[in-house]
């Protein structure tokens, strides 16, 4: 899965050749919708990081 998880699209493309695969979790209620994809993605949810 890593050599096709780059750039912004992350694991879309894996996840859609293997959609018969997966299993949906409702999870909303456990994470920020925060898209946090470099460091400085990071900091500016935590600016003391």
Do not use: N, W
């Not at 096709?4 to 894996?14: K, Y």
């Amino acid at each position: 899965m890593a050599a096709l998880a780059h750039g912004d699209r992350g694991a879309r493309d894996f996840l859609r050749a293997h959609a018969a695969e997966l299993a949906l979790v409702e999870c909303a209620d456990v994470a920020s919708r925060a898209d946090v994809d470099t460091p400085a993605d990071l900091r500016l949810l935590d600016p003391d990081r």
